[in-house]
């Protein structure tokens, strides 16, 4: 049972990568029996670079409880699709006239594909199969905390969202269409009996109904799972530099994000070092602390993490845990899972 998700949200640009990757590598040292799963759904994956080791598309091992995964949503699109056309497409075929119909195989599959799903869907049906403990990836492996770097605003909330994706609605409007047709065909039985073979294998009709149904059911039951999943053991971290877009943006997250799930701690990154001979980064540090001073008043009810932006990059493990420091200091993984103000 999955005990902890910590989602990292956020303007793009403002760090969530790093510290998404930061967290789930200080997490998995200081809770060495805890299976740690780091997942980033941001377009332009990132986590090989940061890690140091390509991730890619397979759960990989990073350490000897952490893994990472940069998943392809075409792949789980696909799989979700594959079963559903193969069954509407038996279906249609069963029906007099219908499967006479030109081009009605070429409608179904460029209808029911990957490709007309948005990428925010696709990750959403990726999510969804993580959190449900499907096999998405042939390893039986039960993950105690996952940590998720997740696209901007818009995105996010389509993650959180039950998915009613494209291939739901053009399964309704399907059906809607099968039924229709098959109105008209029996209101003129008579007509067609002669040239046009008649429902001969109600049966299996039938069964293919009531499993297209029960898929439609599964959906909107394991949505249902999820949400309380998320509700009750997700935690939110939205990350922001010191300037007014990002502050902007985490504010508008916070509000669109409130239903879903519980905000928990807000993260201010790249903050510029104190400067002694720079008038340029005096001036930087003064605008910085100005927007920092309002993210802080305006979550003043919330654990404010604030670090500084290092000469070097975070890379590999080393790098990793160096900015982890740098953002939680000396504490334990409880006040990580669990932030008090």
Same mark, same amino acid.
């Given at each position: 049972?999955?005990? %902890?998700?910590?989602?990292?949200?956020? $303007?793009?640009?403002?760090?969530?990568?790093?510290?998404?990757?930061?967290?789930?590598?200080?997490?998995?040292?200081?809770?060495?029996?805890? /299976?740690?799963?780091?997942?980033?759904?941001?377009?332009?994956?990132?986590?090989?670079?940061?890690?140091?080791?390509?991730?890619?598309?397979?759960?990989?091992?990073?350490?000897?409880?952490?893994?990472?995964?940069?998943?392809?949503?075409?792949?789980?699109?696909? @799989?979700?699709?594959?079963?559903?056309?193969?069954?509407? /497409?038996?279906?249609?075929?069963?029906?007099?006239?219908?499967? *006479?119909?030109?081009?009605?195989? !070429?409608?179904?599959?460029?209808?029911?594909?990957?490709?007309?799903?948005?990428?925010?869907?696709?990750?959403?049906?990726?999510?969804?199969?993580?959190?449900?403990?499907?096999?998405?990836?042939?390893?039986?492996?039960?993950?105690?905390?996952?940590? +998720?770097?997740?696209?901007?605003?818009?995105?996010?909330?389509?993650?959180?969202?039950?998915?009613?994706?494209?291939?739901?609605?053009?399964?309704?409007?399907?059906?809607?269409?099968?039924?229709?047709?098959?109105?008209?065909?029996?209101?003129?039985?008579?007509?067609?009996?002669?040239?046009?073979?008649?429902?001969?294998?109600? !049966?299996?009709?039938?069964?293919?109904? @009531?499993?297209?149904?029960?898929?439609?059911?599964?959906? !909107?039951? %394991? #949505?249902?799972?999820?949400?309380?999943?998320?509700?009750?053991? #997700?935690?939110? %971290?939205?990350?922001?530099?010191?300037? $007014?877009?990002?502050?902007?943006?985490?504010?508008?997250?916070?509000?669109?994000?409130?239903?879903?799930?519980?905000?928990?701690?807000?993260?201010?990154?790249?903050?510029?070092?104190?400067?002694?001979?720079?008038?340029?980064?005096?001036? *930087?540090?003064?605008?910085?602390?100005?927007?920092? #001073?309002?993210?802080?008043?305006?979550?003043?009810?919330?654990?404010?993490?604030?670090?500084? /932006?290092?000469?070097?990059?975070?890379?590999?493990?080393?790098?990793?845990?160096?900015? +982890?420091?740098?953002?939680?200091?000396?504490?334990?993984?409880?006040?990580?899972?669990?932030?008090?103000?």
């Amino acid at each position: 049972m999955i005990e %902890r998700i910590i989602v990292l949200g956020g $303007k793009g640009g403002v760090g969530k990568s790093s510290i998404s990757a930061a967290t789930a590598v200080l997490l998995s040292k200081l809770l060495p029996n805890k /299976k740690i799963l780091l997942i980033s759904f941001d377009m332009a994956h990132n986590l090989s670079d940061l890690l140091s080791q390509q991730i890619g598309n397979m759960i990989t091992p990073i350490t000897s409880n952490l893994w990472a995964i940069e998943p392809d949503p075409n792949i789980y699109a696909e @799989k979700y699709t594959k079963d559903l056309v193969n069954k509407m /497409k038996a279906l249609m075929k069963q029906m007099p006239l219908v499967g *006479m119909i030109p081009k009605i195989e !070429e409608f179904f599959d460029t209808t029911f594909t990957s490709d007309s799903i948005p990428l925010a869907l696709k990750n959403a049906i990726f999510f969804q199969k993580i959190l449900d403990a499907e096999d998405v990836t042939s390893q039986d492996i039960q993950f105690d905390i996952i940590v +998720a770097d997740f696209p901007p605003t818009a995105n996010m909330i389509t993650l959180f969202e039950i998915p009613q994706d494209q291939v739901k609605v053009v399964l309704k409007y399907s059906l809607n269409f099968y039924n229709s047709i098959k109105g008209t065909i029996r209101n003129f039985s008579k007509m067609f009996h002669q040239i046009i073979k008649p429902f001969d294998d109600q !049966e299996k009709r039938r069964e293919l109904g @009531k499993e297209i149904f029960n898929m439609i059911v599964d959906l !909107e039951k %394991r #949505g249902e799972r999820i949400t309380e999943l998320i509700h009750n053991v #997700g935690s939110l %971290r939205l990350v922001s530099i010191a300037e $007014k877009p990002s502050f902007e943006e985490v504010k508008r997250a916070r509000d669109l994000t409130k239903k879903y799930i519980n905000l928990d701690a807000v993260h201010i990154n790249m903050l510029t070092p104190d400067p002694k001979h720079c008038n340029f980064c005096k001036k *930087m540090r003064q605008i910085q602390l100005k927007f920092s #001073g309002e993210i802080k008043k305006e979550f003043k009810n919330l654990k404010i993490w604030e670090s500084d /932006k290092l000469l070097e990059e975070p890379l590999g493990i080393d790098g990793l845990r160096k900015l +982890a420091y740098e953002i939680y200091g000396d504490i334990t993984a409880e006040d990580i899972l669990n932030p008090k103000r």
